[in-house]
């Protein structure tokens, strides 16, 4: 059986968390989303090789005959492009990640035959049209990533944000006290994202859109305004990154 969450469905759009295939061994816990508008379909972050056959497979049985028209990367890490060559050449898809990784992807293996349709996203973002659906593709520079990009469904109200909110070790799918859940992501957001400056803005950038879920590339999705809100509001407030790193010595 299938444990895959369908986050949103109204019978033409569809928001699907597949089911976690990479979960267990030493690869970090890692979603792969679905949307899929009118038949189309965007796969975000769609991860690497241990997970590519299924996540493949998982994603053409969602599509029911549809096409798959883009790869999101949101950025360059291997959880989240190892595999972009393979979903190059099996699908018609187009890849979209930041101008500044278009040349470093390639590094992972990009056939010569599909690296055109490796496409880069300018520093301030653009809109994707998935069959009519305008996803708008907001940047979240040095969140964690230099090159970095969330993606806003206006028709289902979730924000993909990727690195952002990633959640190390509860094994649960949706935050239900925000409290209980800081102690899972505070490491990581303190060592892995750069600093308060670049939450802020992207607080003030997330304040102005509609949202209902926000849903992380790593562990729990946040459902509901207050439970958005309060995730908005502990980013806004975040000392990471070098506003908190200590002056090292040299090792010894
Ligand atoms: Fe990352």
């Given at each position: 059986m299938s444990a895959d969450d369908i986050l949103f469905d109204s019978g033409d759009h569809r928001n699907i968390l597949l089911e976690d295939f990479a979960s267990g061994g030493t690869a970090v816990q890692a979603n792969q989303h679905l949307i899929i508008h009118h038949g189309a379909g965007m796969i975000l972050d769609?991860?690497?090789?241990?997970v590519y056959n299924r996540v493949l497979s998982a994603t053409m049985d969602h599509l029911r005959g549809g096409n798959l028209r883009y790869l999101f990367l949101s950025h360059q890490d291997p959880d989240i492009v190892a595999a972009a060559n393979g979903w190059l050449m099996t699908t018609d898809a187009d890849a979209y990640c930041s101008t500044l990784w278009l040349r470093f992807i390639p590094h992972f293996g990009i056939d010569r035959l599909v690296e055109k349709r490796l496409i880069g996203i300018p520093d301030e973002g653009m809109v994707l049209d998935l069959a009519g659906c305008r996803l708008l593709i907001i940047p979240a520079h040095f969140l964690h990533s230099p090159g970095n990009f969330h993606v806003y469904d206006p028709i289902s109200k979730i924000l993909y944000s990727g690195d952002l909110g990633a959640s190390i070790g509860p094994e649960i799918r949706e935050v239900v006290d925000f409290d209980a859940h800081i102690p899972f992501m505070a490491g990581f957001h303190r060592r892995y994202m750069s600093g308060n400056r670049a939450l802020r803005i992207w607080a003030s950038l997330a304040r102005q859109l509609d949202i209902e879920t926000i849903a992380p590339q790593h562990g729990a999705v946040f459902r509901g305004k207050p439970m958005v809100e309060r995730f908005i509001s502990w980013c806004e407030g975040l000392e990471v990154g070098v506003d908190v790193m200590p002056a090292y010595g040299l090792p010894h």
């Amino acid at each position: 059986m299938s444990a895959d969450d369908i986050l949103f469905d109204s019978g033409d759009h569809r928001n699907i968390l597949l089911e976690d295939f990479a979960s267990g061994g030493t690869a970090v816990q890692a979603n792969q989303h679905l949307i899929i508008h009118h038949g189309a379909g965007m796969i975000l972050d769609p991860g690497g090789h241990k997970v590519y056959n299924r996540v493949l497979s998982a994603t053409m049985d969602h599509l029911r005959g549809g096409n798959l028209r883009y790869l999101f990367l949101s950025h360059q890490d291997p959880d989240i492009v190892a595999a972009a060559n393979g979903w190059l050449m099996t699908t018609d898809a187009d890849a979209y990640c930041s101008t500044l990784w278009l040349r470093f992807i390639p590094h992972f293996g990009i056939d010569r035959l599909v690296e055109k349709r490796l496409i880069g996203i300018p520093d301030e973002g653009m809109v994707l049209d998935l069959a009519g659906c305008r996803l708008l593709i907001i940047p979240a520079h040095f969140l964690h990533s230099p090159g970095n990009f969330h993606v806003y469904d206006p028709i289902s109200k979730i924000l993909y944000s990727g690195d952002l909110g990633a959640s190390i070790g509860p094994e649960i799918r949706e935050v239900v006290d925000f409290d209980a859940h800081i102690p899972f992501m505070a490491g990581f957001h303190r060592r892995y994202m750069s600093g308060n400056r670049a939450l802020r803005i992207w607080a003030s950038l997330a304040r102005q859109l509609d949202i209902e879920t926000i849903a992380p590339q790593h562990g729990a999705v946040f459902r509901g305004k207050p439970m958005v809100e309060r995730f908005i509001s502990w980013c806004e407030g975040l000392e990471v990154g070098v506003d908190v790193m200590p002056a090292y010595g040299l090792p010894h």
